[in-house]
């Protein structure tokens, strides 16, 4: 099969009326969209994803009006985070209506709902006139795709269509945020921060997985956002090395100190905020967190096709954007 190319929101939607795959593009990253409704059409994402069969997924609507048509009720805090930010990149987990299908959301009785402010995703989401589930639209694993030749790479022939956006606008998924419990959690961290929702439900907190508990949130469980690349973290030691350094820290120092020394010219590439006195393969530095956060997938593609075996990313500051940022960085250096 094909996959169909195109850059009309309507020719696109017309695929997901007919029980087909699209990938779109949203303010987040790439989506990979079905029907909720069509539990055939869901099935097919999981299979072009190779996507764990726990991992739901998250609907997306054109409208709000169309939220009732997922969800059982809406909570409390569920209607103030609407009425405070949607359209916008967070995802509400909320009681599901009925008729969802369990395809949908792995399962679960629940169901997470986001409508992006993205306006060629909103263009396409309404004329697909449902809502439309869609996880991120790469390969199950892979870093998430925030342009449509990453969605081309990880998918060609495997899905129907490409809506062919620019690069994505923020390059991390979506805040997510389960307003099932007492008080608001979330699952996970995005551009919509922790301080941002507190603003509007002081008892937002973030979810932490407990020991020998299951974690709420399926995809918490699974690789994540990775290259092909070994990607290591590295703060401010990894700036000043030299022959004559010690080193003092928490982890095994073969993993960085060694490996910086001896592999940067050759094989190593860097992203983070500050310019690195050491010579890398690869080297981009960013002007900001929220640019950091724009290119750091991109850059893990880039790093693969250029066969860079190890990715130093230096860390930020866990407020805002830095906190998703970080929690992106730590799951793909596990
Ligand atoms: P992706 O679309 O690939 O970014 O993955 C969607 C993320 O949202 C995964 O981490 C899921 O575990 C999470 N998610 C989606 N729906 C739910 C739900 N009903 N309950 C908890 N987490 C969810
Ligand atoms: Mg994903």
């Known amino acids: 099969m094909d996959t169909f190319l195109t850059k009309n929101p309507a020719a696109a939607a017309e695929f997901v009326k007919r029980g087909g795959v699209v990938a779109f593009p949203t303010e987040t990253v790439y989506g990979l969209g079905a029907n909720v409704f069509d539990a055939a059409a869901v099935a097919k994402i999981f299979e072009a994803k190779r996507r764990p069969a ?43 209506a009925e008729k969802v299908p369990l395809a949908a959301t792995a399962g679960l009785a629940t169901i997470g709902v986001r409508m992006p402010r993205h306006p060629l995703a909103q263009e396409f989401l309404r004329a697909c006139e449902t809502p439309v589930v869609a996880p991120s639209a790469n390969l199950s694993g892979r870093p998430s795709p925030t342009a449509w030749e990453a969605v081309f790479e990880d998918l060609n022939g495997r899905i129907d269509c490409i809506l062919q956006g620019a690069a994505t606008e923020i390059g991390l ?20 921060s922790l301080e941002q929702l507190r603003e509007i439900v002081p008892a937002t907190r973030n979810y932490r997985v407990r020991p020998g508990e299951v974690a709420r949130s399926p995809g918490l469980r699974h690789r994540h956002y990775s290259p092909r690349a070994k990607v290591i973290l590295i703060s401010d030691f990894g700036f000043r090395i030299s022959d004559s350094s010690g080193f003092i820290g928490l982890r095994e120092p073969e993993n960085l100190i060694s490996d910086f020394g001896f592999r940067i010219s050759d094989s190593s590439g860097f992203i983070g905020l500050r310019e690195p006195e050491q ?56």
């Open 173 to 192: 998924e979506s805040t997510v945020v389960d307003c099932t419990t007492d008080a608001p959690l979330v699952l996970r961290a995005g551009a919509v």
């Open 279 to 334: 010579k890398f393969a690869l080297t981009r530095v960013c002007g900001s967190v929220a640019e950091y956060a724009h290119e750091v997938f991109a850059f893990f593609r880039e790093c693969d096709h250029r066969g860079i075996a190890t990715i130093y990313c230096e860390t930020v500051d866990e407020s805002g954007l830095g906190a998703a940022l970080m929690d992106r960085l730590r799951r793909a250096a596990e």
């Open 54 to 96: 726990d991992n739901p997924l998250i609907a997306h609507v054109g409208s709000l009006d169309q939220i009732g048509r997922l969800a059982r009720e809406i909570p409390p805090a569920a209607e103030k985070f609407i009425a405070a930010f949607f359209p916008a990149p967070l995802t509400l987990v909320l009681p599901k």
